[in-house]
């Protein structure tokens, strides 16, 4: 089985080196592609990454909702509960920016694909 490594410009001898190094170090053979023989994107799972962002941005909605009420006072002091609720907001956060990254989305959350 190959690992497909695909670059503008396949016959840099820099990225040929590269390629033979990772060959050798993972025991496994490197082939240099051009970027027009990369795959297109499987319509299902950006389908599947859309329904996650969206999901994704309504617990972020909820949770920090949650927090805000502890902030303000609307909730009883739960310093544990709070700080969980602060990890969780942060580890949505990352994962919706690596959702956003795989669909292409720009900052404007513009789908690009």
């Known amino acids: 089985m190959f690992i497909n490594v695909y670059t503008s410009n396949p016959a840099d001898q820099g990225l040929a ?14 082939r240099l592609l051009p970027l027009s023989r990369l795959p297109a994107p499987d319509p299902l ?21 949650e927090l805000g009420c502890f902030l303000s006072g609307h909730f009883a002091p739960d310093a ?21 990254a795989t ?3 720009g900052k404007g959350g513009e789908d690009n694909g």
């Open 45 to 65: 799972r950006r389908q599947a990454l859309r329904v996650e962002r969206a999901e994704l941005l309504d617990s972020i909605a909820r949770a920090e909702h």
């Open 80 to 100: 544990g509960r709070e700080n969980g609720l602060k990890a969780d907001v942060d580890a949505l956060h990352a994962r919706l920016r690596a959702v956003n």
């Open 17 to 30: 080196g590269f390629a033979l190094a990772l060959g050798q170090n993972l025991q496994r053979p490197v």
């Open 103 to 105: 669909l292409g989305l």
